[in-house]
């Protein structure tokens, strides 16, 4: 689901120094999936490196001191402690020069970590980079501990061509026979509204779609917009309804502070303003959640994309829903006719494709490389405690 007043914003890190920028780029990349055997054992390999790491007694944590933690700092005990901390995760190879000294070397492999840690790679130790850095070796195995149990749950029988999405990793991937064909970022749930761990099948796409508000939304979100703007409606192009298939009603005639989210039904047309861009991915579940387009593009640039009701919305979508539709004779071209005639149309699959939804705060990446991702619904800290 997503946010019908939502409005595309400047990411001031979008261009040159959008996050992907920074994430490995001179390493090949990989067609492994992260599901599966292929995601399994390196997996496997990073918790076996970790557990050394734990045995040699881990790293020392770094001190925030007064001074901007940055290129160019002279500091004595901070930035070797930095040193050794990115060395021991291999995001800093040893090498001379005065250890003494914030290098343009140890920017780069600040960079490297930060990105692999889902932080902007600004190559500056901020709040959230230091916190990130003196996580102890002995949480970070728990981690990928905790992540493998995740993993291994959906080892086998995931069949042929699939969708994968890492809820906390922020990206889908779409396999066919074992390799990764695409990869796309995507937007989450907020905290408040989070994206569910869940497993089903793709059934059909909705092209053009309607946007029917659900009850929860229009009385977080719609109503209290309405009361503050009678012309809210109209600019977002929505009508209202007396419920599933009731007649139509005038929001003028309405007074909007006598009524709750279950008096009437909201739905918004399609076109340019509407919550699900051009496409709706639909698959059974008990959420009301899919995978959907979103009229704000700018928020696929920010290293945190927690912004959703709870739904998907994929970064160039529509090359996905090529994919999904390539075995029934469609290809790019036919989906871009089809969205720009504005006609509403749904298509369903003849075959159905499964999707996982899973919740992994650690995994091993395309280029090998291990990543780590904020708990940002607290999942795995409750885990922790049981």
């Not at 901390?85 to 343009?104: H, K, Q």
């Not at 922020?170 to 074992?178: D, F, I, R, S, T």
């Not at 871009?336 to 509403?344: I, M």
Request: aromatic fraction near 10%.
């Amino acid at each position: 689901m997503d946010d019908p007043w939502a409005v595309d914003w400047i990411d001031p890190w979008e261009a040159p120094r959008r996050i992907e920028d920074f994430e490995n780029a001179s390493a090949p990349a990989s067609d492994a999936p992260t599901l599966g055997d292929a995601g399994y054992w390196p997996l496997l390999r990073a918790i076996s490196m970790y557990r050394n790491i734990v045995e040699w007694g881990g790293w020392d944590s770094i001190p925030a001191g007064e001074e901007r933690f940055e290129e160019g700092l002279v500091d004595e005990v901070r930035v070797p402690l930095l040193r050794k901390r990115l060395i021991a995760t291999g995001d800093l190879e040893s090498s001379g020069g005065n250890p003494t000294v914030f290098d343009a070397q140890l920017t780069q492999a600040l960079q490297r970590f930060q990105a692999r840690n889902g932080l902007l790679p600004d190559g500056v130790v901020g709040r959230r980079t230091l916190e990130a850095l003196n996580v102890s070796a002995k949480a970070r195995l728990a981690l990928l501990e905790r992540n493998l149990k995740r993993i291994n749950k959906l080892k086998l029988n995931l069949g042929e061509r699939y969708i994968f999405v890492n809820i906390a990793g922020q990206k889908l991937e779409a396999v066919a026979n074992g390799r990764v064909e695409r990869r796309h970022r995507v937007v989450i749930g907020k905290v408040d509204r989070q994206t569910p761990e869940y497993t089903s099948k793709i059934t059909f796409l909705a092209f053009n779609p309607y946007w029917h508000v659900p009850q929860s939304i229009a009385e977080k979100d719609i109503l209290p917009q309405v009361r503050r703007d009678p012309s809210y409606l109209r600019r977002l192009n929505m009508k209202v309804y007396r419920g599933y298939g009731g007649s139509e009603v005038n929001p003028s005639t309405v007074n909007w502070n006598q009524v709750n989210g279950r008096t009437f039904l909201f739905r918004q047309e399609p076109g340019p303003r509407n919550s699900l861009g051009t496409v709706k991915i639909h698959f059974p579940n008990p959420h009301a959640v899919y995978l959907h387009d979103t009229p704000s593009k700018s928020l696929f640039g920010r290293s945190v994309r927690a912004n959703s009701s709870g739904c998907v919305r994929v970064e160039d979508v529509h090359d996905l829903t090529t994919w999904l539709l390539d075995a029934q004779g469609w290809d790019r071209s036919r989906v871009d006719a089809l969205v720009k005639s504005g006609q509403r149309k749904d298509i369903y699959l003849k075959k159905t494709v499964p999707v996982y939804m899973l919740y992994l705060t650690a995994w091993v990446d395309e280029h090998g490389v291990v990543n780590f991702r904020d708990d940002i619904y607290g999942r795995d800290s409750r885990r922790a405690s049981l």
